[in-house]
């Protein structure tokens, strides 16, 4: 069946990010309660040692993306957008339940972290694709002149998502004790996402397929999938070097920031009023530059952007630190989500443009679950290790001039003379 008539378009934009909402919420909780699940699942008589140990349990949930990206892309691609996204909803769901209810080390030891990190694995296969398959749909969904617009919405479901979990920790802070909130408190939001899980089912499930995957003749094999996207590996490199920029920065400004908030003895609930303005800013800048690129082109937001950020980043950063403050912290962040926010809402478009239609989900998936997994995933561990090891709380502003430099590169590399026409073709496809 079809996809909907352009008057209900807004309402399968919504069964289609509904899914990718729950997503996102269960992978920021992590990140969000990582202090917290130090203490129960990697016990260490050092405090730092503790939670880096929780941050790499997190970055290697993103080590699993790129194996879904290409076992799940490659499904995706063969059975239709609609049955994928079903399937990943599910896997993720299984990773959530595990880590909402394993109990602690000190109730069942070693079991404890183990089950937590498949847990985290499970999740990892699962958003390979995730991410992927709705930025596909959308793209293939939208009338030709918008597709930026539509396509922003998967990052804006996203920033739904930070909000969410901004609210509930600011009222569990509010309503509870903070060695409650250690205790156990921290898993209620784990368990709220579990709840979720069979509402979100049902409405993924009214989605219909997209009338471009539908036109298309011949569905790829596994092995014409594989050998195509070995054919396009210079396209994947180039994607992967794109989203290096979104995915260091949104987790630098989201999941990081609880935790660079003890770094600047701020307290939690400032940090989760930073992190709920920043989730608002990036939910309002998104589809905001997604719009303008359907105007003015993809490149000139994507040049603009990453050179904003390679100048600027350490400047702010420096100013922060030299007297750390709500107010300061809060101008700050909001900055880096301006300069997020405006080179997503254009790069995630560029991305679907560029892979061949044949292989888009799965080409797409694999250049963002790389990039999530060599560099993004692994933001809060590095950022901590920065300061860790050089002693100046400004120091994670190089690791986010780096990922802006690859990004300035990846666009040059992508939009250089000759090439324009390919990706006008692809877009098109």
């Not at 730092?48 to 929780?54: D, E, G, K, V």
């Not at 990190?117 to 293939?140: C, D, H, K, N, T």
């Not at 996402?193 to 036109?215: D, H, K, N, W, Y």
Request: glycine share 8%; charged share 10%.
């Amino acid at each position: 069946m079809a996809t909907a008539p352009t008057s209900s378009k807004l309402a399968t934009v919504l069964r289609v990010t509904s899914g990718n909402f729950l997503e996102m919420f269960d992978f920021f909780l992590f990140g969000f309660y990582a202090t917290h699940i130090a203490k129960a699942f990697f016990p260490a008589e050092n405090e730092i040692a503790s939670l880096l140990l929780t941050y790499v349990t997190f970055g290697v949930g993103f080590l699993m993306r790129p194996l879904g990206a290409i076992v799940l892309g490659a499904y995706v691609d063969q059975v239709g957008r609609r049955k994928g996204l079903i399937v990943t909803l599910a896997i993720m769901a299984m990773g959530t339940i595990l880590i909402a209810f394993v109990p602690s080390y000190a109730t069942i030891g070693m079991i404890a972290p183990i089950l937590v990190l498949i847990g985290r694995l499970l999740q990892g296969f699962s958003a390979g694709v995730e991410l992927g398959g709705v930025s596909v749909y959308l793209s293939e969904m939208a009338p030709p002149n918008q597709k930026g617009f539509y396509v922003s919405w998967q990052s804006g479901s996203q920033q739904v998502a930070i909000v969410f979990a901004a609210i509930i920790g600011y009222v569990l802070n509010k309503s509870l004790s903070p060695a409650e909130i250690s205790d156990w408190g921290w898993r209620i939001p784990f368990f709220i996402g579990s709840l979720i899980v069979p509402l979100i089912f049902i409405i993924r499930r009214s989605l219909q397929e997209t009338e471009a995957f539908m036109a298309r003749k011949h569905r790829p094999t596994t092995g014409e999938i594989f050998r195509s996207i070995a054919e396009n590996w210079q396209i994947v490199i180039a994607g992967m070097l794109m989203v290096v920029m979104t995915t260091v920065s949104f987790y630098f400004i989201t999941v990081y920031t609880p935790g660079f908030g003890k770094v600047l003895k701020l307290t939690e609930i400032n940090s989760l009023i930073v992190t709920f303005c920043v989730g608002v800013s990036n939910l309002f800048w998104l589809p905001v530059m997604g719009a303008l690129s359907d105007r003015i082109g993809r490149k000139p937001i994507l040049l603009t952007f990453t050179v904003l950020t390679i100048v600027t980043a350490y400047p702010a950063m420096a100013w922060l630190t030299a007297a750390p403050s709500f107010e300061r912290m809060l101008a700050v962040e909001l900055w880096l989500s301006f300069l997020y926010g405006s080179y997503n809402g254009a790069m995630v478009v560029a991305l679907t443009e560029i892979v061949p239609a044949s292989v888009r989900t799965a080409g797409f998936s694999l250049a963002y679950s790389l990039a999530t997994a060599l560099f993004g995933g692994f933001t809060p561990a590095v950022a901590t290790t920065l300061i860790q090891r050089t002693g100046n709380n400004a120091s994670p502003a190089l690791w986010l001039i780096f990922a802006a430099a690859c990004g300035l590169v990846a666009t040059l590399m992508v939009y250089r003379r000759g090439e324009s026409n390919r990706v006008v073709a692809a877009a098109a496809a």
